[in-house]
Nanobody, 119 residues
Framework: QVQLVESGGGLVQAGGSLRLSCVAS????????VGWFRQAPGKEREFVASIIKNSGYRSYADSVKGRSTISRDNAKNTVYLQMNSLKPEDTAVYYCAAKLESENEYGYWGQGTQVTVSS
């Protein structure tokens, strides 16, 4: 069982930066792949970025590629999403999710953190 808690969201002007954190409970967190997703009002949830258990492979949505970096510190049970050059269209609730790499779907989700980018 893994429990996830996101933090780091807030209100920022366009062009600014935020670092989101996802802290997990559980001693086996290092064995999980972790993803960041977001959902804007009236839109479906979409993939943002993901990282496998040993940080060897990272994946990004085209919309954030080059502006965002996902990383993890397994000693701290934490995954980060550094977002730079933020745009108003990045406004959304951001969720982290975890799954074992053998699974197809993310089975563990946090409660989300709001990111609002003003123009």
């Amino acid at each position: 069982q893994v429990q996830l808690v996101e933090s780091g969201g807030g209100l920022v002007q366009a062009g600014g930066s935020l670092r989101l954190s996802c802290v997990a409970s559980g001693r086996t967190f290092s064995t999980y792949a972790v993803g960041w997703f977001r959902q804007a009002p009236g839109k479906e949830r979409e993939f943002v970025a993901s990282i496998i258990k040993n940080s060897g492979y990272r994946s990004y949505a085209d919309s954030v590629k080059g502006r965002s970096t996902i990383s993890r510190d397994n000693a701290k049970n934490t995954v980060y999403l550094q977002m730079n050059s933020l745009k108003p269209e990045d406004t959304a609730v951001y969720y982290c999710a975890a799954k074992l790499e053998s699974e197809n779907e993310y089975g563990y989700w946090g409660q989300g953190t709001q990111v609002t980018v003003s123009s």
